[in-house]
């Protein structure tokens, strides 16, 4: 039987439906969540992206501006401009959108957004919180993959989790959260010898290298959770994952789709860090 599909669709707009709930709520006190969204350089893919945030914002009553700047801004202004923000008491949160141009420290950057607004969860200072157990925002992607094994009533206690991808956006912070919860984790990169001998033994496998068909059906044991963070294009122009999504449902139990899947929860957990950083700002 076919793997069943994790629809992140479904998902975030039922997440985006509770942040609108708690955002009138917040409204009803005086109260507007801002969310701060900047924007350096032309590049395609950063200016759909932060369209779609925009949007999602103003669609649960979340307040969202974005600020475009040339791709020759100086870095020192573009620091300038977050201490701004950062000091400016009706933003809760900042988002520096990723890439920035090659003149641009990047780590520099995110670490010059107060921790306390840093709603992307990209900030040092959030991981170690974390990982002690106090406040802080978990990165948007691995947080939306937690929702989805969340929905489907997957326990991880005891559980074989393998993540394929060590970066510190999703790889690094995923494999935190899913020892958090107790399971056994293996970080894996696409060079990785002899990956297969790695996935097969996992209850749930997590692919975000954005690499095409990283994963196959014969890497995957039976029943096994298949998240596909993976965002890339295939021979067609069309939009696939990391994952050879005909091959591997076939074996898997679950699996996300791309499109579909992950998407549209890394961009519901953004809305629910910034709602969190406004609520956390009132205490």
């Not at 501006?65 to 400016?88: G, K, M, Q, V």
């Not at 393998?162 to 107790?182: D, E």
């Not at 696409?190 to 997590?206: K, P």
């Amino acid at each position: 039987m076919p793997a069943q599909l994790i629809d992140g669709i479904a998902l975030s707009k039922s997440i985006r439906a509770d942040v609108a709930h708690r955002i009138a709520h917040l409204k009803s006190r005086g109260i507007q969540p801002r969310l701060s969204i900047v924007l350096v350089g032309d590049d395609p893919a950063s200016q759909v992206y932060t369209r779609h945030k925009v949007n999602d914002s103003t669609e649960t009553g979340l307040e969202a501006t974005l600020e475009r700047y040339p791709a020759d801004l100086p870095e020192a202004d573009l620091l300038a401009r977050i201490r701004t923000l950062n000091a400016d008491p009706a933003v809760h949160g900042i988002l520096v959108q990723l890439p920035l141009p090659a003149h641009m420290d990047a780590q520099k950057v995110i670490e010059a957004i107060a921790p306390s607004k840093d709603v992307d969860g990209f900030h040092v200072s959030s991981a170690g919180a974390l990982m002690v157990g106090r406040p802080g925002f978990w990165p948007c992607t691995p947080y939306g993959c937690m929702k989805m094994l969340e929905s489907i009533g997957f326990s991880l206690r005891g559980k074989h989790a393998v993540v394929i991808g060590r970066s510190n956006i999703v790889g690094k912070p995923m494999a935190m959260m899913l020892l958090q919860q107790n399971a056994t984790v293996t970080i894996c990169h696409s060079a990785t010898a002899d990956l297969g001998a790695m996935t097969r033994q996992a209850d749930v496998i997590v692919a975000a290298v954005g690499k095409r068909n990283v994963l196959t059906a014969d890497m995957v044991k039976p029943g096994a959770v298949v998240i596909d963070v993976g965002m890339n294009r295939n021979d067609e122009g069309k939009l696939c994952g990391d994952v050879d999504f005909e091959g591997v449902r076939q074996v898997a139990g679950w699996i996300t789709p791309v499109p579909g899947g992950v998407g549209p929860m890394t961009r519901a957990m953004l809305l629910v860090n910034t709602l969190e950083a406004a609520e956390r700002a009132t205490r």
